[in-house]
């Protein structure tokens, strides 16, 4: 089925813009740029959302997608959600990097290729290592911990809070992934940003 390009949605009025992003479940602020507004119905095509996603049915599929995405080693192991680990006394997040396993560019490009082939965008890994790096360095990045879940389990994961590019009085974003604490290896992820909700609500957890 043919879906439109950025461009073709930027030549569409804001009203256009916005009923069509409201059809489909998808909330606006009130004050996007029509560049935004453009951007968001792109996604919302590509990601096939043709329908609201406001009912009882698939709010349960939403959570299970989140759930499936920390079953691991064919169901053998089956990770806690990081924000469950928040009242972890006993076992805190750390903001120290050193247990961090090394992660390679390479590991690191060849996850977000996969996602990318789930989306249609196959080798985006190095312009969105790019772009991440950007906000990196541009002090966007914020509050990165590490937590090992347990000695008994071979992954871990890191979190951190990213500021918007455009709006910093916005709430930050929350992304976090799971890494193979032998390889360094990237084994999921997952964002609070728009096309981290558009993924979960179309069943496309973040999983290479």
Known sequence: MYKRQITEFLGETKHYL????????????????????????????????????????????????????LI????????????????????????????LPDVSRAQMEAYINSVGRKLGCPNSGGKTLGL?????????????????????????????????QTKNNKAPYHPWIVLNKSNGSVITAECSCIVGSWMRAAGLPMKG
Request: aromatic share 8%; net charge neutral.
């Open 72 to 99: 691991l080693d064919g169901g053998l192991v089956k990770l806690p959600r990081p924000e469950s680990l928040a009242g972890a006394a006993h076992n805190p997040w750390e903001d120290t990097l050193a247990s």
């Open 18 to 69: 916005r009923t069509f992003l409201r059809q489909r479940g998808v909330t606006t602020d009130g004050h996007e740029t029509q560049k935004e507004l453009a951007e968001k119905c792109f996604w919302t095509e590509k990601l096939g959302l043709g329908r609201k996603f406001s009912d009882d049915e698939a709010a349960q599929d939403i959570l299970l997608a989140r759930s499936d995405k």
């Open 132 to 164: 991440g790096k950007g906000l990196f360095l541009s002090g966007h990045v914020k509050d990165v911990q590490f937590h090992g879940i347990s000695p008994n389990i071979n992954y871990c994961f890191l979190r951190a809070k990213v500021l918007p």
